[in-house]
């Protein structure tokens, strides 16, 4: 169905609103900035209130002149309901503060103020969604937007967090304190924020205020979804449905293969991603009995469980984790966000969907709503979903097991029992802490970056650090917040090494055939991934005065997005941190799709040269 859209008469007074309103919306940003992101006020309070009284008032203006002139003021109406709805609620809820509380009229103008720097905030945000959303229709390739907005978020996320008010104000009393360096770690932190890797110069507890650690929280939540979600759900919620241009955009964002269910696909991230995260934060809450007021205890709980379903790695403790290594909730709780994290949302949808399929409510008399089998034949899953499931419970527990060999017969186990290293480390703990450690560190090296034992050289065996290389090199599943070369491009790619030995030309598996562009996808994708962390391990061996067990631990680290590290990122040279910055960059889009970004347009070639064999080994 075509849905209408509010004609205007393009007045002069319109044109003029419409241009400047968004000069008006970076000005009441900057005013935003200038006053709370500094200790001193530059300027007295009234000048930014003044500036973001008019932003608003000219943005109110505006909305009234496109519905008065407007050919459909009711479709007018509709199409701007969310900047109504903010406007009328910020005047009841005056009223009502006014008429309950008897507020002065002095105290009713702060209150005001206060409204209305939420509206411009709120504003802000719902403006850059919708931006990004509208830059989907200009043609740009989906690889290449998706990197603009990453560049365009993480610029955003340093500029907010170089802030004097988001650092405390002891991290600038030290001597050997500069602003260059300082800008540079506030962007290592917005990349790793962005990138949802974990990796961290400054201590994210001690160093950042509640200003600071909530951008890095908004960070996460937008990198680990990604601003096309975002943009595409603002928009469904404005429009109600998407031009073609963007649900193919999301559609390879999400890499989703059916494009009619796009709306209900981001609709299912947004609500479960949500979901997932408000439950998880109830749950975590009691775990921080070290934290005092209850407001600190439920920022903790919120911060952690968006961290551990973005896969971000990030922890307001200085040892992450390893201080709430047998809390139950670290195991069910944290623990299951970071798997729910890493399958991917198509593999989400499609268990959810085939739920639902298998499982229907009958309301029966005098009983209610019972839940009983569906007759017929209920819906399957994917070849796709099977594929991960599969992959992700193989690397769980085989990983776990090893985990649990090497650190209770290697090298660390005699250094554990002549007491040479604590409790921290796995190999100092009982064997049901042992499996647990194992379990936790099997789920968290191939997308999270937590820990609950200490991860440094002396405390982990060289056979373990190997084998959280590997895994964080695979990582998550495709469409996930994880990194990696993700499960299905090593399951496809081990099933064609099969192939090939029994001298098969094609991959069957589960009574269905995988396109052979499907296989060399996945070598290439290995392959480049092996390029990129050489490149980065190697720059390190360049910049760095590290051994090269720490160096690689710490690209693949980075590439994989995972945010595990033996104790090098805060040693990191300003080389060596743009390298990492890079490389985490690079990870989190995905090295091949960063490829296809920042090169040309593919065209197919007319002509085919003469077939000859030439010898492999």
């Known amino acids: 169905m075509i849905r209408t859209r509010p004609v205007s008469s393009g007045s002069r007074v319109g044109k003029w609103l419409s241009t400047a309103v968004p000069a008006c919306a970076v000005a009441a940003g900057v005013s935003l900035a200038l006053e709370f992101g500094f200790r001193e006020r530059l300027l007295a309070p009234v000048w930014f209130e003044c500036v973001q009284l008019f932003a608003v008032a000219i943005y109110a203006a505006w909305r009234v002149e496109s519905v008065w002139s407007a050919s459909n003021r009711v479709a007018a109406i509709k199409d701007c309901w969310i900047d109504w709805f903010l406007l009328v609620a910020a005047a009841v809820f005056l009223v009502v503060w006014y008429e309950v509380w008897s507020t002065p009229v002095l105290k009713l103008s702060a209150i005001y103020v206060a409204a209305i720097q939420g509206i411009l905030v709120i504003r802000l945000v719902i403006g850059a969604a919708r931006l990004n959303l509208l830059l989907s229709q200009t043609g740009v390739h989906p690889a290449r937007l998706v990197v603009l907005t990453f560049v365009a978020l993480i610029f955003l996320g340093t500029c907010l967090l170089s802030l004097p008010r988001a650092t405390r104000v002891d991290l600038s009393q030290p001597v050997g304190f500069s602003v260059p360096r300082h800008v540079l770690n506030c962007a290592f932190t917005a990349t790793s924020a962005t990138c949802v890797t974990g990796l961290a110069v400054y201590d994210t507890g001690r160093d950042f205020t509640l200003f600071g650690q909530a951008v890095l929280l908004v960070l996460m939540q937008a990198g680990g979804l990604g601003i096309m979600i975002f943009g595409s759900a603002f928009g469904l919620l404005v429009q109600r449905q998407l031009s073609l241009r963007q649900s193919l955009v999301v559609q390879d964002t999400i890499s989703h293969r059916t ?51 973005c896969n971000a790695g990030f922890a307001l403790q200085g040892d992450s984790l390893v201080g709430y290594q047998r809390a139950w909730q670290v195991y069910g709780c944290i623990m299951p966000l970071i ?274 064999h030439v010898g492999i080994g």
């Open 259 to 309: 494009l009619g269910d796009i709306r209900t696909m981001v609709v299912f991230i947004v609500v479960f991603t949500f979901v997932a995260e408000a439950v998880g934060a109830c749950m975590s809450y009691p775990m921080w009995v070290g934290v005092e007021s209850w407001w600190e205890r439920a920022f903790y709980s919120v911060f952690h469980s968006v961290s551990a379903f």
């Open 339 to 612: 798997v729910f994290g890493g399958l991917g949302f198509p593999v989400l949808y499609d268990v959810t969907r085939r739920a639902k399929s298998a499982f229907s409510g009958r309301r029966t008399r005098g009983v209610g709503v019972t839940f009983e089998p569906k007759r017929g034949r209920s819906m399957r899953l994917s070849l796709h979903t099977k594929l991960v499931l599969i992959s992700s419970a193989v690397l769980v527990v085989v990983p776990a097991m090893l985990f649990v060999l090497f650190e209770s017969f290697g090298p660390t186990a005699a250094a554990a029992s002549s007491r040479q290293i604590g409790a921290e480390a796995m190999a100092g703990s009982s064997l049901g802490g042992r499996v647990l450690d194992g379990l936790f560190l099997a789920v968290t090296c191939r997308t999270a970056g937590f820990n609950t034992v200490a991860m440094d050289v002396e405390s982990l065996s060289g056979a373990s650090r190997f084998l959280a290389c590997v895994l964080m090199f695979i990582g998550g599943s495709p469409a996930s917040t994880a990194g990696g070369v993700k499960t299905i491009g090593v399951t496809i790619l081990a099933l064609g090494v099969w192939a090939l030995l029994r001298g098969r030309e094609r991959v069957d598996v589960m009574g269905r055939t995988i396109p052979n562009m499907l296989v060399w996808r996945a070598g290439v994708l290995v392959i480049v991934m092996f390029g990129l962390t050489g490149s980065v391990t190697l720059a390190l061996l360049f910049t760095e005065q590290a051994p090269i067990r720490e160096v690689l631990f710490e690209a693949v680290s980075a590439c994989g997005t995972v945010g595990l590290s033996t104790g090098l990122t805060p040693d990191l040279t300003v080389p060596g941190r743009v390298v990492i910055m890079a490389a985490m960059f690079a990870g989190r889009l995905g090295p091949l799709s960063l490829l296809i970004a920042l090169g040309g347009r593919t065209s197919r070639l007319r002509y085919d040269y003469p077939v000859e």
